[in-house]
Structures are given as C-alpha cells and as structure tokens.
C-alpha cells in the first residue's frame, strides 16, 4: 500500500469554479501535512501547509481528519493560474521522509 | 539569490555512461534529499542526508552513489547509465529531522539516457 495515495485526475474546471482534491494516508502516526503545487516543468512549491483544526490562505482552504487519515484541499472561485498539478505530501517524521502522493492535475478553462 | 540550485539543468548521455548532478543550499538547512520524479510524475524519494549523514537510503541500485561533502551540498553520482535512469532529478532541503518544516527544491536536473 502507497503511504500516499490520491486521485490523479485530471480534474478539468471552469473559471470561477469551487474544486476540492482529496488525499488519503497509511501511517497513522504521522505529524506534519502540506499541499504543494507543480507547475509544467517546474520544481514542486509549497502551497500550504495543514494543520489538525484545518486552515484557509485566501482562496484554498485545507482540511485534515486525523481520524480518516484523510487531507483535503478546496480551491474557490478558480482562477486560468490555478492550472497545475497539487501533491499531498505527508511527513511521518521517522527520519524526515516526505512521502507524496502522485499528484492531480487541474486544469482550469476560460 | 538561489535558495537550492543544481546542475547542470539538462543532461543528455549514452547508455553506459558515468555522469554526476551536483546541488547546493545557501539556507543553512541541515538535512537534503535527492528526488526522482518519473515520467509518470511520481516523486519518489531516493536518499536523505543530515548534516553530512546519510540517513535515508530508499531502494536504488548500487549504481547511485550520493555524496554530501558539507551540510551545503549534496551530489549524486550515476555510473553506467541505464535507460530507466531517465527522469528529472529534484534536490530539496529541509531544515532538519527534529523540524517538519517544508521542503525547498531545486528546479530539476532532466537527465535523457539514449
């Protein structure tokens, strides 16, 4: 079983549309929780971090279940720069390995 | 001023060949990673050093030698190079195993085995 798994997509949205990514992980001690962004051809960038009471930046909001070993993350009224590929990176911190998931890719039409 | 910088940016060799990818951080961070990401995209984690130390070695052939001379840099040497090696190639940075702080990277090595 993947440490990380989520849904690879693509996910082809609307301008102005609500999206919402979800990703699911095994080990269940893990303890630190971020979404980063891929651009085509480019290095992966930290989108936000997740924290256990859930957290929003403007128009992205993420949510962790501790519980369900499951992270979201909601993208509101998307915008043509949203389009990029979101990975669920999940650290179990046992030696500070990053686990990612493979990535979905959202593409977000005028 | 770059955080992670690697090099060369792309590479392209023949089978058989010997070729190095080296990395650097100006972050002061005490741990750095090697990446490969696939063409199906995968970021899979190949091996983590901190502070000179290799803590992470995930399964990779004896072919992949990395080498972390300082805290600030840590290279990867590939001898005799299969065509599965192609991939990019990410160098990250964190700030240490006692942080779970985020990952810096580098913009990627793509490397092409003909």
């Known amino acids: 079983r993947k440490e990380v798994e989520q849904d690879p997509g693509p996910f082809n949205v609307p301008e102005g549309a609500t999206v919402a990514f979800n990703c699911t992980y095994s080990n269940s001690a893990s303890q630190s929780f971020f979404w980063y962004r891929q651009d085509c051809r480019k290095e992966p960038k930290l989108l936000m971090s997740v924290y256990s009471s859930g957290n929003e930046d403007g128009r992205f909001t993420a949510q962790l279940n501790r519980a369900s070993q499951y992270i979201s993350l909601l993208i509101r009224d998307s915008k043509l720069s949203d389009s990029a590929t979101y990975l669920c990176v999940v650290n179990p911190f046992t030696g500070n390995q990053f686990y990612f998931g493979t990535g979905t890719s959202l593409t977000v039409i005028p | 001023d770059t955080a992670v910088s690697q090099t060369p940016k792309y590479l392209v060799t023949q089978m058989g060949n010997d070729k190095s990818i080296k990395c650097e951080q100006n972050l002061g961070h005490d741990t750095m990673y090697w990446y490969k990401q696939d063409s199906k995209k995968f970021l899979k984690i190949m091996f983590s050093?901190?502070?000179?130390?290799?803590?992470i070695n995930e399964t990779v052939p004896n072919r992949f030698s990395p080498k972390s001379p300082d805290k600030a840099h840590l290279n990867l040497h590939i001898n005799s190079l299969e065509l599965g090696d192609s991939a990019v190639y990410f160098c990250a940075s964190s700030p240490g195993t006692r942080d779970t702080g985020e990952l810096f990277f580098g913009e990627g090595s793509r490397l092409t085995v003909l």
């Open positions: 050093y901190n502070n000179k130390e290799l803590i």
